[in-house]
Structure formats: C-alpha cells, structure tokens
C-alpha cells in the first residue's frame, strides 16, 4: 500500500514538473497562429505572422549570423573537443585533476561571468593589437570555448566504453597511426561525435548571454534580436520566431540523444 501511495505521488511530481515545464511552450507555439495582434485572446488561426516574419529582413540575417555562428564554433568545437578527450583518455593513469578541473570550470561558470571575461579579454586585446573587433568572429571564438567541454567529456566517455585491447589490436595488424585513426577510432566514436555536434549547435543556436557580451553592431543572432524586440512587447512575431527556434533545438537534441544512444549499443 505504501509502495503504490509512493509511485503515485511520484508520478504526480513527475507530471507536474513535465505541465509547468512544457505548458507556457505550448502557448507559444499556439499564439504564433493567432490571426489577431494579441497573446492574450486566440482568435483563428492563421499563418500571417510566419509569412511577415520571412519578409522581415533583419530577423533574416539574424537567422543566418545564428546559422552561421553555430555551425562553424561547433565544427571547430568538436575537432579541439575531440583531441582533448581522446587526449584525456590516452593519459587516464596520470594525476590530470588539473585538466579536468580546467575542462568543467566553463560548464559551471555562470554565463553572465564567462560572457563579461570574454568582452573584457577581446576589447583588451582589440586595443592592443586592432584584432579581434566585436563580431561575428569574436562570437564564434566565445561559442567554442564553451563547446570544448562538452565534446571532450562525450568523447571521452565514449572511449573510456571501449575495450582497451581494441587499440593494441589495431596495432598488431600494422596499422599506421593514419588507418587507425581514420578506419578504428572514427568509426567506432562516430555516434559520440555526432552527438556531440548536435549538443554543441543546440547550445549555441540557444545562447544569450555570451553572444550579447561578444557581438558586434552587425552580428545580432535571434536571441538577441528577440531581447531587443521585446522592449516593445510580445507580440505574435515574436512568438513565431521563438516557435521556429523551439522547432530548431528540439530537433537537433533529438537527433544527439539518438546518436547517442546509437553509440552506447
């Protein structure tokens, strides 16, 4: 009796932590079809508000500056990522709680700090150098170092999976360091790196505080375009917008829980 009294309420917290979780994304993606300017009162539906948000050009090339950072700082993100956690893994043996310290403190930083150490670091070295002007590029360059954690830890924890004697095998079989890497050890990480990539691209398509610490005049992505435009209020553009980028992470968390799941079977 206790044990059934027990898994319900369990149940119920777990319920309930899934409504307030996913209810007010619910209501965002309703009132993106709202055919009237209100996120109060839903009216019909309708696409108007995704038929202005692509004639809208700013939104656009706010699109493309988030397309475009979070593809190339997850690229660089998982070949630095992956050197790292192989790296790792190579010298498991050795005293490296340093390193790891070092790996997870991005992870825990809080982001407004990591973002404002990252402004103060480019603006400092723009002023010596002329380098490294608030951009895109600065963008992608705070994008990756925030990246790198999380690829070295899947990587790492996917060849921590596998049978050591594997690598000593390849060996055996006179196998050049090159064939090795490009016939064993990409093949065998490749669900891990996948999943790796997609984590990476969810989180930086996501992020907020970084990029706004980091962008320049001309490199807004669509948090930041949506922080600006809500100044004015919500409106059902804005939550059009936000449906799209829901859609957006949604899919690409999807797709590295799957591949994940691929590599541990």
Same mark, same amino acid.
């Given at each position: 009796?206790?044990?059934?009294?027990?898994?319900?309420?369990?149940?119920?917290?777990?319920?309930?932590?899934?409504?307030?979780?996913?209810?007010?994304?619910?209501?965002?993606? $309703?009132?993106?079809?709202?055919?009237?300017?209100?996120?109060?009162?839903?009216?019909?539906?309708?696409?108007?508000?995704?038929?202005?948000?692509?004639?809208?050009?700013?939104?656009?090339?706010?699109?493309?500056?988030?397309?475009?950072?979070?593809?190339?700082?997850?690229?660089?993100?998982?070949?630095?990522?992956?050197?790292?956690?192989?790296?790792?893994?190579?010298?498991?043996?050795?005293?490296?709680?340093? $390193?790891?310290?070092?790996?997870?403190?991005?992870?825990?930083? =809080?982001?407004?700090?990591?973002?404002?150490?990252?402004?103060?670091?480019?603006?400092?070295?723009?002023?010596?150098?002329?380098? $490294?002007?608030?951009?895109?590029?600065?963008?992608?360059?705070?994008?990756?170092?925030?990246?790198?954690?999380?690829?070295?830890?899947?990587?790492?924890?996917?060849?921590?999976?596998?049978?050591?004697?594997?690598?000593?095998?390849?060996?055996? $079989?006179?196998?050049? =360091?090159?064939?090795?890497?490009?016939?064993?050890?990409?093949?065998?990480?490749? =669900?891990?790196?996948?999943?790796?990539?997609?984590?990476?691209?969810?989180?930086?398509?996501?992020?907020?505080?970084?990029?706004?610490?980091?962008?320049?005049?001309?490199?807004?992505?669509?948090?930041?375009?949506?922080?600006?435009?809500?100044?004015?209020?919500?409106?059902?553009?804005?939550?059009?917008?936000?449906?799209?980028?829901?859609?957006?992470?949604?899919?690409?968390?999807?797709?590295?829980?799957?591949?994940?799941?691929?590599?541990?079977?």
């Amino acid at each position: 009796m206790r044990k059934r009294t027990l898994a319900r309420g369990l149940a119920g917290i777990w319920w309930g932590t899934l409504f307030f979780l996913y209810i007010p994304l619910f209501v965002i993606v $309703l009132f993106s079809f709202n055919s009237a300017n209100s996120t109060a009162i839903f009216e019909s539906f309708s696409l108007a508000w995704y038929r202005r948000l692509f004639d809208n050009e700013q939104i656009i090339d706010a699109f493309g500056n988030s397309l475009v950072l979070a593809v190339s700082s997850s690229i660089i993100a998982l070949v630095i990522g992956c050197l790292i956690g192989y790296g790792m893994y190579r010298h498991r043996h050795r005293k490296l709680g340093w $390193l790891i310290a070092l790996i997870y403190l991005p992870i825990v930083l =809080p982001d407004i700090v990591f973002g404002i150490s990252e402004m103060a670091f480019f603006v400092q070295i723009h002023d010596w150098t002329g380098l $490294l002007k608030p951009g895109l590029g600065t963008m992608i360059i705070a994008h990756v170092t925030f990246q790198i954690p999380f690829v070295a830890l899947i990587v790492y924890s996917r060849f921590v999976g596998l049978d050591p004697t594997l690598f000593e095998a390849a060996k055996d $079989l006179y196998a050049s =360091p090159l064939k090795r890497v490009v016939h064993f050890m990409v093949p065998t990480i490749k =669900p891990a790196l996948i999943s790796a990539f997609f984590l990476s691209f969810t989180l930086s398509i996501d992020d907020f505080v970084i990029s706004f610490f980091t962008a320049g005049p001309e490199s807004a992505t669509l948090p930041i375009y949506i922080w600006s435009a809500i100044k004015k209020g919500v409106t059902p553009e804005i939550n059009a917008i936000a449906t799209l980028m829901i859609s957006a992470v949604a899919i690409a968390a999807i797709f590295s829980m799957l591949f994940n799941r691929q590599g541990r079977r």
